[in-house]
């Protein structure tokens, strides 16, 4: 006797199929619209942070690259001699005057010039060769953080072994003109990776 199957067979009991081990594949339920939503929503609620962070690390690492390199300074008292950019440094004279007068600008008896004498040699080619270019600041600075601007100015060429005249000029306040410091910072071409900038800092 012979039991009729169903009438229109079922796929997954065809005696003749060839992976009979295989389960059933069960199509996956398709998510409704407003679902589909909710779920990018959450997705993207969980990167955000991680890109906000990825922003802050590159605003900070660009930060840091324009930011003012930290600086070294080393006091030289006075009468010594003090290293600067392979090169030794010594203030031999200091005085102050009255300022150029322009045109007819009347006499501004509060400020004075300020005047710096240092006797540079370098110790060789190199040296003397970043000592005669641009990129040295020379500021005058009082005790309490405020700094006034000068230029320097070599009197001939540099060159190694031999003592070079460099004279350090400044407007500063008259009244504070005894006190202030005259600080030399090397150039920031010259600055080591991972290290302070080095300066120098002639006590008044």
């Known amino acids: 006797m012979t039991t ?26 398709r998510l409704r619209p407003r679902d589909r939503r909710i779920v990018q929503a959450l997705a993207l609620t969980a990167l955000l942070p991680a890109f906000l962070v990825l922003k802050w690390t590159d605003e900070t690492d660009s930060m840091q690259k324009n930011l003012k390199p930290p600086e070294k300074v080393t006091t030289v008292p006075n009468g010594a001699t003090g290293t600067l950019a392979g090169a030794q440094w010594k203030a031999v004279a200091r005085q102050a005057r009255a300022p150029l007068a322009f045109g007819t600008k009347p006499k501004d008896d509060t400020v004075t010039e300020l005047q710096v004498v240092l006797a540079v040699r370098p110790d060789d080619a190199a040296a003397a060769k970043t000592i005669g270019s641009y990129g040295f600041v020379y500021t005058f600075t009082d005790g309490g953080g405020r700094s006034w601007s000068a230029n320097g100015l070599a009197a001939g060429t540099p060159r190694p072994g031999a003592v070079t005249r460099l004279t350090v000029r400044g407007t500063v306040p008259r009244t ?19 290290k302070p900038l080095p300066s120098l800092r002639f006590a008044p």
């Open 4 to 29: 009729a199957g169903p009438a229109f067979g079922d796929p997954y009991d065809d005696p003749q199929r060839t992976n009979p081990d295989l389960p059933r594949v069960t199509p996956a339920p």
């Open 176 to 194: 504070e003109a005894a006190a202030l410091a005259l600080r030399v910072q090397a150039p920031k071409t010259s600055r080591k990776s991972g």
